[in-house]
T-cell receptor
Framework: KAGVTQTPRYLIKTRGQQVTLSCSPISGHRSVSWYQQTPGQGLQFLFE???????NKGNFPGRFSGRQFSNSRSEMNVSTLELGDSALYLC?????????????FGEGSWLTVV | AQKVTQAQTEISVVEKEDVTLDCVYE???????LFWYKQPPSGELVFLIRRNSFDEQNEISGRYSWNFQKSTSSFNFTITASQVVDSAVYFC????????????????FGQGTILTVHP
Protein backbone atom coordinates (compact mmCIF):
# COMPACT_ATOMS: atom_id res chain seq x y z
CA LYS A 1 0.00 0.00 0.00
CA ALA A 2 1.53 3.29 -1.06
CA GLY A 3 2.12 5.86 1.64
CA VAL A 4 1.43 9.57 1.63
CA THR A 5 3.14 11.19 -1.35
CA GLN A 6 4.16 14.81 -1.46
CA THR A 7 5.52 16.83 -4.37
CA PRO A 8 7.79 18.58 -4.89
CA ARG A 9 10.30 17.47 -2.28
CA TYR A 10 12.47 20.56 -2.48
CA LEU A 11 11.87 23.98 -3.88
CA ILE A 12 13.31 27.46 -3.72
CA LYS A 13 11.13 30.51 -4.22
CA THR A 14 11.65 34.24 -4.14
CA ARG A 15 9.96 36.52 -1.64
CA GLY A 16 6.64 37.72 -3.00
CA GLN A 17 6.05 34.70 -5.20
CA GLN A 18 3.46 32.04 -4.56
CA VAL A 19 3.87 28.29 -4.22
CA THR A 20 1.61 25.26 -4.55
CA LEU A 21 2.38 21.97 -2.83
CA SER A 22 0.66 18.71 -3.62
CA CYS A 23 -0.27 15.70 -1.50
CA SER A 24 -1.68 12.31 -2.42
CA PRO A 25 -3.08 10.49 0.61
CA ILE A 26 -3.04 6.79 1.32
CA SER A 27 -5.62 5.02 -0.81
CA GLY A 28 -8.99 5.06 0.92
CA HIS A 29 -8.12 7.92 3.24
CA ARG A 30 -10.44 10.89 2.98
CA SER A 31 -8.85 13.24 5.48
CA VAL A 32 -5.79 15.25 4.55
CA SER A 33 -4.13 17.70 6.88
CA TRP A 34 -1.16 20.01 6.49
CA TYR A 35 1.51 21.04 8.95
CA GLN A 36 4.34 23.55 8.94
CA GLN A 37 7.58 22.68 10.71
CA THR A 38 10.15 25.34 11.55
CA PRO A 39 13.05 25.30 14.03
CA GLY A 40 11.50 28.12 16.03
CA GLN A 41 7.83 27.17 16.13
CA GLY A 42 8.03 23.41 15.78
CA LEU A 43 5.19 21.51 14.17
CA GLN A 44 2.06 23.57 13.67
CA PHE A 45 -1.27 22.54 12.22
CA LEU A 46 -2.37 24.47 9.17
CA PHE A 47 -5.69 22.93 8.15
CA GLU A 48 -7.54 19.69 7.51
CA UNK A 49 -9.74 18.71 4.60
CA UNK A 50 -12.31 15.94 4.53
CA UNK A 51 -14.46 15.14 1.52
CA UNK A 52 -13.40 18.35 -0.22
CA UNK A 53 -14.40 20.54 2.74
CA UNK A 54 -12.13 22.29 5.18
CA UNK A 55 -13.02 20.73 8.52
CA ASN A 56 -10.47 22.33 10.79
CA LYS A 57 -8.12 25.27 10.61
CA GLY A 58 -5.07 26.44 12.54
CA ASN A 59 -3.90 29.96 13.28
CA PHE A 60 -2.24 30.98 10.06
CA PRO A 61 -2.84 34.06 7.92
CA GLY A 62 -5.07 33.96 4.87
CA ARG A 63 -2.01 33.68 2.62
CA PHE A 64 -2.10 30.00 3.44
CA SER A 65 -4.91 28.17 1.70
CA GLY A 66 -5.72 24.70 0.60
CA ARG A 67 -8.16 22.56 -1.26
CA GLN A 68 -9.06 18.95 -1.71
CA PHE A 69 -10.21 17.22 -4.84
CA SER A 70 -12.81 14.51 -5.29
CA ASN A 71 -10.08 11.84 -5.34
CA SER A 72 -8.92 13.12 -1.90
CA ARG A 73 -5.70 14.56 -3.28
CA SER A 74 -4.94 17.92 -1.75
CA GLU A 75 -2.99 21.04 -2.55
CA MET A 76 -1.90 23.86 -0.36
CA ASN A 77 -0.98 27.30 -1.61
CA VAL A 78 1.04 30.06 -0.02
CA SER A 79 0.77 33.44 -1.66
CA THR A 80 3.06 36.45 -1.30
CA LEU A 81 5.83 34.39 0.21
CA GLU A 82 7.82 35.77 3.12
CA LEU A 83 11.23 34.68 4.36
CA GLY A 84 9.56 33.26 7.44
CA ASP A 85 7.59 30.82 5.30
CA SER A 86 10.76 28.81 4.78
CA ALA A 87 9.89 25.49 6.39
CA LEU A 88 9.20 21.82 5.97
CA TYR A 89 5.57 21.36 4.97
CA LEU A 90 4.16 18.00 5.94
CA CYS A 91 0.98 16.41 4.69
CA UNK A 92 -0.83 13.73 6.65
CA UNK A 93 -3.70 11.43 5.83
CA UNK A 94 -6.15 9.36 7.81
CA UNK A 95 -9.49 7.66 7.16
CA UNK A 96 -11.28 10.64 8.69
CA UNK A 97 -14.24 8.69 10.03
CA UNK A 98 -14.75 6.12 12.73
CA UNK A 99 -12.72 5.90 15.89
CA UNK A 100 -9.05 5.50 16.49
CA UNK A 101 -7.74 6.91 13.26
CA UNK A 102 -4.00 6.72 12.86
CA UNK A 103 -2.53 9.73 11.11
CA UNK A 104 0.24 8.99 8.62
CA PHE A 105 2.66 11.55 7.27
CA GLY A 106 4.46 12.04 4.00
CA GLU A 107 8.13 12.92 3.57
CA GLY A 108 7.35 16.60 3.32
CA SER A 109 8.19 19.45 1.00
CA TRP A 110 11.19 21.58 1.92
CA LEU A 111 10.47 25.18 0.97
CA THR A 112 13.18 27.81 1.00
CA VAL A 113 12.21 31.44 0.43
CA VAL A 114 15.05 33.75 -0.60
CA ALA B 1 -6.47 24.43 24.74
CA GLN B 2 -4.36 21.36 24.31
CA LYS B 3 -0.69 21.32 25.12
CA VAL B 4 2.10 18.77 24.92
CA THR B 5 5.39 19.19 26.74
CA GLN B 6 8.55 17.26 26.02
CA ALA B 7 10.92 18.69 28.58
CA GLN B 8 14.00 16.90 27.26
CA THR B 9 15.37 18.85 24.33
CA GLU B 10 18.30 16.56 23.65
CA ILE B 11 19.42 13.19 24.98
CA SER B 12 22.71 11.51 24.22
CA VAL B 13 23.35 7.87 25.07
CA VAL B 14 25.79 5.14 24.18
CA GLU B 15 24.58 2.15 22.23
CA LYS B 16 22.85 -0.54 24.31
CA GLU B 17 21.79 1.90 26.99
CA ASP B 18 18.09 2.20 27.83
CA VAL B 19 16.56 5.62 27.32
CA THR B 20 13.20 7.10 28.30
CA LEU B 21 11.62 10.04 26.52
CA ASP B 22 9.13 11.99 28.59
CA CYS B 23 5.82 13.44 27.43
CA VAL B 24 3.29 15.36 29.51
CA TYR B 25 0.04 16.61 28.05
CA GLU B 26 -2.83 18.91 28.95
CA UNK B 27 -6.38 18.64 27.66
CA UNK B 28 -9.89 19.25 28.87
CA UNK B 29 -11.26 16.49 26.68
CA UNK B 30 -12.23 13.19 28.25
CA UNK B 31 -11.62 11.34 25.01
CA UNK B 32 -8.41 11.87 23.12
CA UNK B 33 -5.59 10.05 21.38
CA LEU B 34 -1.89 10.20 22.01
CA PHE B 35 0.78 9.47 19.43
CA TRP B 36 4.53 9.06 19.17
CA TYR B 37 6.34 9.76 15.91
CA LYS B 38 9.97 9.41 14.89
CA GLN B 39 11.53 11.90 12.50
CA PRO B 40 14.81 10.90 10.83
CA PRO B 41 16.88 13.51 8.95
CA SER B 42 14.89 12.85 5.77
CA GLY B 43 11.95 14.67 7.36
CA GLU B 44 9.18 12.11 7.24
CA LEU B 45 7.27 11.57 10.47
CA VAL B 46 7.18 7.84 11.08
CA PHE B 47 4.23 6.61 13.12
CA LEU B 48 5.20 4.56 16.18
CA ILE B 49 2.11 4.21 18.34
CA ARG B 50 -1.40 5.49 18.99
CA ARG B 51 -3.06 5.19 22.39
CA ASN B 52 -6.60 6.21 23.30
CA SER B 53 -7.45 7.86 26.58
CA PHE B 54 -9.42 4.87 27.85
CA ASP B 55 -6.63 2.36 27.44
CA GLU B 56 -4.00 2.68 30.13
CA GLN B 57 -2.31 -0.61 29.44
CA ASN B 58 1.37 -0.35 28.79
CA GLU B 59 2.49 -1.53 25.40
CA ILE B 60 5.65 -3.21 24.25
CA SER B 61 6.78 -3.59 20.67
CA GLY B 62 10.20 -5.11 20.33
CA ARG B 63 12.68 -2.76 21.96
CA TYR B 64 10.03 -0.04 22.31
CA SER B 65 7.65 0.33 25.23
CA TRP B 66 5.18 2.99 26.27
CA ASN B 67 3.87 3.90 29.69
CA PHE B 68 0.58 5.81 29.75
CA GLN B 69 -0.51 7.24 33.09
CA LYS B 70 -3.70 9.25 32.96
CA SER B 71 -3.35 10.30 36.61
CA THR B 72 -0.18 12.22 35.81
CA SER B 73 -1.10 13.05 32.18
CA SER B 74 2.04 11.38 30.94
CA PHE B 75 2.81 9.13 28.00
CA ASN B 76 6.46 8.14 28.22
CA PHE B 77 8.43 6.17 25.65
CA THR B 78 11.31 3.84 26.48
CA ILE B 79 13.83 2.36 24.07
CA THR B 80 15.60 -0.66 25.48
CA ALA B 81 19.12 -1.48 24.34
CA SER B 82 19.33 1.57 22.08
CA GLN B 83 20.96 1.35 18.68
CA VAL B 84 22.58 3.94 16.42
CA VAL B 85 19.59 3.64 14.05
CA ASP B 86 17.38 4.98 16.84
CA SER B 87 19.02 8.39 16.47
CA ALA B 88 16.27 10.79 15.39
CA VAL B 89 13.89 13.41 16.69
CA TYR B 90 10.95 11.95 18.57
CA PHE B 91 7.63 13.73 18.86
CA CYS B 92 4.73 13.16 21.20
CA UNK B 93 1.36 14.42 19.95
CA UNK B 94 -2.22 14.79 21.14
CA UNK B 95 -5.28 14.50 18.93
CA UNK B 96 -8.65 16.12 19.20
CA UNK B 97 -11.70 13.95 18.69
CA UNK B 98 -15.29 14.84 17.99
CA UNK B 99 -18.31 13.66 19.97
CA UNK B 100 -18.37 10.43 17.96
CA UNK B 101 -14.79 9.63 18.81
CA UNK B 102 -13.42 10.39 15.35
CA UNK B 103 -9.93 11.76 15.41
CA UNK B 104 -9.67 14.84 13.26
CA UNK B 105 -6.41 15.37 11.45
CA UNK B 106 -5.36 18.00 13.94
CA UNK B 107 -2.47 17.03 16.17
CA UNK B 108 -0.86 19.15 18.85
CA PHE B 109 2.83 18.31 18.97
CA GLY B 110 5.45 18.66 21.63
CA GLN B 111 8.71 20.37 20.76
CA GLY B 112 10.43 17.08 20.17
CA THR B 113 13.39 15.32 21.76
CA ILE B 114 16.58 14.88 19.77
CA LEU B 115 18.00 11.46 20.56
CA THR B 116 21.59 10.69 19.62
CA VAL B 117 22.87 7.18 20.11
CA HIS B 118 26.65 6.89 19.93
CA PRO B 119 28.35 3.64 18.91
Amino acid sequence: KAGVTQTPRYLIKTRGQQVTLSCSPISGHRSVSWYQQTPGQGLQFLFEYFSETQRNKGNFPGRFSGRQFSNSRSEMNVSTLELGDSALYLCASSPGTGTGNTIYFGEGSWLTVV
Amino acid sequence: AQKVTQAQTEISVVEKEDVTLDCVYETRDTTYYLFWYKQPPSGELVFLIRRNSFDEQNEISGRYSWNFQKSTSSFNFTITASQVVDSAVYFCALSEVNAGGTSYGKLTFGQGTILTVHP
